[in-house]
């Protein structure tokens, strides 16, 4: 073979060898998607696992509560042998063995639904209250800004108290004058809201708010329409009604976890005594009954002075007269007397107020609560 041929036929191979290099690339790149759609669906095999919170340790157990309230004792797998009660940790589904600890945020959204404010409310803004401030100054304030006075002494101040009465009649007004009185932070919780709001998260949201009382501290717990949570016609039937308890039976071990000399104290609130869980006022929790009535003659005085201290009254104004006229009334009634009065004077073009308007606005308010009343019974019975 002559060296030409010989190159030519080189030449030849040459051109004929496939360029592997570009297949070797492609097969790296097919076998990385197999790994990661093996992966993917390893992923998609996976049972989910379940969060859950810690109760209790238990030698090498520990009890655990999943968020539907069950508890359970479990395993703890070696990975998380270090959790503590309190912690939120992911449980395998089908024997709920522990198998990390996972970072909870702390306040699961606390600060977004609840609000803590401190009150500028004083003494002087309520009228008519003289014991019952009196009364709220022994067990809440005195506690709050002397408890070394209680310790030398070698008596338990109440852990809180419970106002009730007819609507408004000044029960709000007395706690957040106290708030204000001992520069404590107010945190207000409705009971009702708890109950229609936060279904499914009412007991933790209950925890939650006695947390943020601490760390705030010292803290008023203001818990409106008690009796929403506590009342003894809740029957424990439906989910509903046992979501209600549970929220319930956590007020009551928050209430009873701490000590009557924490600066935390509480302050709950109910027009309905009559059906409330004699569980809230039971000795070392609510176990101060304050009674909050419609004012009384001199109390009505004081109020309408409270209400009427801005506004410009015509000097013949008899202010007996009206006070009078509003007997029976709550103190945010003789409030909305004022107001209107005041859109009476408005209303004839007058900055200053007469006799008449008070008058007119007494019948308004009388007509506007028996429309309300009305429209209650139509709506309750
Ligand atoms: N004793 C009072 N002195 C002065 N103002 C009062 C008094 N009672 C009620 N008011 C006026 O009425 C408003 C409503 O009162 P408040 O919210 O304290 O009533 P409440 O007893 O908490 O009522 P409810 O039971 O309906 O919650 C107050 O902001 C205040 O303006
Ligand atoms: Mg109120």
Redesign the pocket.
């Known amino acids: 073979m002559s060296e030409q041929t010989k190159e030519k036929i080189d030449n030849l191979i040459y051109s004929y060898s496939p360029d592997v290099s570009g297949l070797v690339e492609e097969n790296k790149f097919l076998r990385e998607t197999l790994e990661n759609l093996k992966k993917e669906l390893d992923r998609f095999k996976k049972t989910p696992l379940l969060l859950c919170e810690i109760k209790e340790l238990l030698e090498d157990k520990a009890i655990v509560r999943l968020q539907n309230g069950n508890e359970f004792l479990v395993e703890i797998s070696a990975e998380a042998k270090e959790v503590k009660p309190g912690d939120t940790v992911l449980a395998e589904q089908k024997n709920l063995t522990i198998i990390k600890k996972v970072k909870a945020t702390k306040h699961f959204n606390v600060e977004k639904f609840v609000i803590v404010e401190k009150p500028k409310t004083k003494w002087e803004d309520i009228g008519g209250l003289e014991a019952q401030e009196q009364e709220i100054k022994e067990v809440i304030e005195l506690p709050l800004l002397k408890p070394e006075l209680f310790k030398k002494v070698g008596i338990q101040p109440p852990k809180g108290i419970l106002l009730h009465g007819p609507p408004g009649t000044g ?2 007004l007395l706690a957040k004058a106290v708030a204000a009185s001992t520069k404590s932070s107010f945190i207000e919780i409705v009971g009702s809201e708890l109950v229609q709001k936060f279904i499914g998260e009412g007991a933790k949201l209950v925890k939650e708010v006695f947390d943020l009382a601490r760390e705030n501290a010292p803290s008023i717990i203001f818990i ?1 329409e008690i009796d929403a949570l506590a009342s003894v016609r809740i029957e424990v039937g439906t989910s509903g009604e046992r979501e209600v308890q549970r929220t319930f039976m956590q007020l009551l071990a928050e209430i009873d976890g701490f000590k009557n000399l924490d600066n935390v104290k509480i302050i709950g ?1 109910t027009n309905r005594k009559d059906i409330l869980d004699p569980a809230v006022t039971r000795p070392g929790r609510l176990d101060r009954l304050i009674f909050v009535d419609n004012p009384n003659d001199e109390g009505r005085k004081q109020i309408l002075e409270i209400h009427t201290k801005n506004m410009t009254l015509d000097k013949k104004i008899n202010k007996e007269h009206i006070v009078k006229k509003t007997k029976g009334m709550s103190g945010a009634e003789i409030k909305s007397v004022c107001t209107e009065a005041g859109y009476f004077a408005i209303r004839h073009n007058r900055t200053r107020i007469l006799v008449n308007d008070f008058e007119k606005a007494v019948e308004k308010v009388i007509i506007q609560r028996d429309i309300e009343t009305t429209e209650h019974k139509a709506m309750f019975g």
Do not use: L, Q, R
Request: with cysteine; hydrophobic share 0%; proline share 0%.
């Open positions: 029960k709000t409106d609130c």
